[in-house]
């Protein structure tokens, strides 16, 4: 199935505060538009670095631009499409400070 990003400005929007992020973050976008998707699985296949979240969550950590950032989505396996569900962007040393409170399962910024 098709991902839909859902809230794909939170993107752009953190892109035009952080420019040096850009080219790496259109990459992603890249690959986002042509996955294929039939179960959670398939997210690790197509992202390496991505990290599907345990406790229930639905989420998944991916790697940005050789580890520089960090994006955590919620997803949702629908009929036709997966929706993905920005939750939260930012630096790795921020999603660290998130990781180390627990909050990687429950923050919702976006």
């Not at 998944?60 to 949702?76: E, K, L, T």
Request: with cysteine.
């Amino acid at each position: 199935m098709k991902v839909h990003l859902v809230k794909q400005i939170t993107v752009k929007d953190f892109c035009a505060r952080h420019p040096q992020s850009k080219e790496v973050f259109a990459d992603w976008l890249g690959k986002i538009r042509t996955v294929d998707w039939t179960k959670p699985g398939d997210i690790g296949r197509s992202f390496s670095s991505a990290d599907l979240l345990g406790n229930g969550s639905q989420r998944v950590v991916f790697d940005i631009g050789g580890g520089n950032y960090r994006i955590i989505c919620a997803y949702a396996f629908g009929v036709h499409k997966v929706h993905l569900f920005i939750c939260w962007i930012g630096s790795h040393a921020e999603y660290d400070k998130i990781n180390k409170a627990g909050k990687q399962y429950t923050v919702k910024i976006f």
